[in-house]
């Protein structure tokens, strides 16, 4: 007799994933969530609103990308649940939204519910982190499409901002100092460059000791993305923010971008920092040129913000009590000056 089960889809074991995951999940909770998980939806209450004179609410959505192949490769699921929620939440507080809730979408091929707990539980951690609830969810289990040992994750959140406290390009004028954010490692970017230069090209394997690195390549490659989450919205709170760019998939000129006007230019100065080996070892084992690093990679700047002038200092030194590593990397000028309008260069 066939069954769904026969067909490789256990409802038993997805029951019991859920059962493992709870824990998890109250852990990442916040005063305005309505009820538990196991419903067909969350719910939120959003009567804080009306504390707002005009509430905009932000949205995002993401995944990780090819990440999953190194936690899946390393048998270790419950540090990639960061790399979903900074990938999420810190494109919301690049606005100057606060991040209220989201929820995760699992599928893979076969539910292992220790494995999805322990996906999960990386997911919840993170929230709790960022102030963020984890309102619900949906594991997938698609066997033919996903391998067993497969899966991918994606999700998506919602945030909030008052209208006359929203960052972006229109505040952003010459002058303004460039403050850049150190990232943890490779973040979430670039993975499929990654990969191919160190899987492929060099040959290397995950258990492999990188001296470089102190640690193994599998080590390296898994670190979590930092969450700037809480540090930025206290820094919107602290100095004159102007705008702020999360650096993904693109690089850190092309990020930063997307939130200038076409009425000034960025000169970043490159010298202020070192990247991780990382970023170079990437470079040298594939032959990669430096153009190609720095639109794939985050070269070690995970976010940006924009300040006035005269709140550069003060900005470094709230970051850094907030335990960022922070520098003033660059400045903005008036279009032309430091190249085309709305541009950054990098020297």
Same mark, same amino acid.
């Given at each position: 007799?066939?069954?769904?089960?026969?067909?490789?889809?256990?409802?038993?074991?997805?029951?019991?994933?859920?059962?493992?995951?709870?824990?998890?999940?109250?852990?990442?909770?916040?005063?305005?969530?309505?009820?538990?998980?196991?419903?067909?939806?969350?719910?939120?209450?959003?009567?804080?609103?009306?504390?707002?004179?005009?509430?905009?609410?932000?949205?995002?959505?993401?995944?990780?990308?090819?990440?999953?192949?190194?936690?899946?490769?390393?048998?270790?699921?419950?540090?990639?649940?960061?790399?979903?929620?900074?990938?999420?939440?810190?494109?919301?507080?690049? *606005?100057?939204?606060?991040?209220?809730?989201?929820?995760?979408?699992?599928?893979?091929?076969?539910?292992?519910?220790?494995?999805?707990?322990?996906?999960?539980?990386?997911?919840?951690?993170?929230?709790?982190?960022?102030?963020?609830?984890?309102?619900?969810?949906?594991?997938?289990?698609?066997?033919?499409?996903?391998?067993?040992?497969?899966?991918?994750?994606?999700?998506?959140?919602?945030?909030?901002?008052?209208?006359?406290?929203?960052?972006?390009?229109?505040?952003?004028?010459?002058?303004?100092?460039?403050?850049?954010?150190?990232?943890?490692?490779?973040?979430?970017?670039?993975?499929?460059?990654?990969?191919?230069?160190?899987?492929?090209?060099?040959?290397?394997?995950?258990?492999?000791?990188?001296?470089?690195?102190?640690?193994?390549?599998?080590?390296?490659?898994?670190?979590?993305?930092?969450?700037?989450?809480?540090? *930025?919205?206290?820094?919107?709170?602290?100095?004159?923010?102007?705008?702020?760019?999360?650096?993904?998939?693109?690089?850190?000129?092309?990020?930063?971008?997307?939130?200038?006007?076409?009425?000034?230019?960025?000169?970043?100065?490159?010298?202020?920092?070192?990247?991780?080996?990382?970023?170079?070892?990437?470079?040298?084992?594939?032959?990669?040129?430096?153009?190609?690093?720095?639109?794939?990679?985050?070269?070690?700047?995970?976010?940006?913000?924009?300040?006035?002038?005269?709140?550069?200092?003060?900005?470094?030194?709230?970051?850094?009590?907030?335990?960022?590593?922070?520098?003033?990397?660059?400045?903005?000028?008036?279009?032309?000056?430091?190249?085309?309008?709305?541009?950054?260069?990098?020297?």
């Amino acid at each position: 007799m066939t069954s769904y089960a026969s067909a490789g889809v256990s409802i038993a074991e997805g029951d019991r994933a859920v059962e493992l995951m709870k824990e998890w999940v109250a852990k990442a909770s916040r005063p305005e969530v309505v009820g538990g998980i196991g419903g067909f939806a969350g719910l939120f209450d959003a009567s804080a609103l009306k504390n707002y004179a005009r509430p905009l609410l932000a949205t995002s959505a993401d995944g990780v990308g090819t990440k999953v192949q190194i936690a899946q490769r390393m048998d270790k699921h419950d540090t990639i649940g960061f790399d979903l929620v900074g990938m999420l939440v810190d494109d919301l507080v690049v *606005c100057g939204a606060e991040p209220l809730f989201m929820t995760d979408y699992i599928a893979c091929g076969k539910v292992v519910p220790e494995r999805i707990a322990d996906i999960v539980k990386g997911i919840a951690m993170a929230c709790a982190e960022s102030g963020t609830a984890l309102l619900g969810g949906e594991t997938a289990e698609h066997p033919g499409l996903l391998g067993v040992d497969e899966y991918d994750i994606a999700g998506s959140t919602t945030g909030v901002v008052e209208a006359d406290k929203v960052l972006g390009a229109d505040l952003v004028k010459p002058g303004d100092a460039i403050i850049a954010m150190a990232s943890s490692g490779l973040h979430s970017n670039g993975y499929s460059l990654v990969r191919k230069v160190f899987f492929d090209i060099a040959g290397w394997e995950l258990d492999r000791d990188v001296p470089e690195f102190g640690r193994t390549l599998g080590e390296e490659l898994l670190t979590p993305t930092r969450l700037y989450t809480k540090p *930025c919205l206290d820094l919107a709170d602290r100095v004159e923010v102007h705008a702020m760019s999360h650096i993904t998939g693109g690089g850190l000129a092309a990020n930063l971008e997307r939130v200038l006007p076409d009425s000034v230019s960025v000169r970043i100065d490159q010298s202020t920092w070192t990247p991780a080996p990382v970023f170079s070892l990437v470079g040298e084992l594939g032959g990669v040129s430096a153009e190609d690093l720095g639109q794939a990679l985050n070269m070690g700047v995970g976010m940006v913000a924009v300040v006035a002038a005269d709140a550069a200092d003060e900005a470094v030194r709230v970051l850094r009590e907030l335990s960022v590593d922070a520098w003033i990397a660059g400045e903005a000028a008036a279009a032309g000056v430091h190249g085309a309008p709305g541009s950054v260069t990098l020297v």
